[in-house]
Nanobody, 122 residues
Framework: VQLQASGGGLVQPGDSLRLSCAVSGRTFSRYAMGWFRQAPGKEREFVAAIAGWGDGTTHYADSVKGRFTTSRDIAKNTVYLQMNSLKPEDTAVYYC???????????????WGQGTLVTVSS
């Protein structure tokens, strides 16, 4: 399984951005997919996740709840992170990850994308 994240860029506070994570492999729908981020000088942290096996339940960190939405398109083997009302503190490298079940824990995910940089600045 390979993951390819894209969609990062430089935006202003209050703007929106959508990240994509393309997943190779025919068992895409089976995996829980997570989004994590790592700001400069900080540890990687959980952002959002969507359960696998057709469940589709979503989970969010408190810091992004109400602003970010994750979803998946099984036909396109792609998971998305829609980010609205972006703040400077959202600046980070964002990673997508796949695992057998969703979790807040980094170690629960077996597959990782390469990361895409999101910079929120005026």
């Amino acid at each position: 399984v390979q993951l390819q994240a894209s969609g990062g860029g430089l935006v202003q506070p209050g703007d929106s951005l959508r990240l994509s994570c393309a997943v190779s492999g025919r068992t895409f729908s089976r995996y829980a997919m997570g989004w994590f981020r790592q700001a400069p000088g900080k540890e990687r942290e959980f952002v959002a996740a969507i359960a696998g096996w057709g469940d589709g339940t979503t989970h969010y960190a408190d810091s992004v709840k109400g602003r970010f939405t994750t979803s998946r398109d099984i036909a396109k083997n792609t998971v998305y992170l829609q980010m609205n009302s972006l703040k400077p503190e959202d600046t980070a490298v964002y990673y997508c990850a796949g695992g057998s079940s969703w979790s807040l824990r980094i170690g629960n995910y077996d597959y990782w994308g390469q990361g895409t940089l999101v910079t929120v600045s005026s």
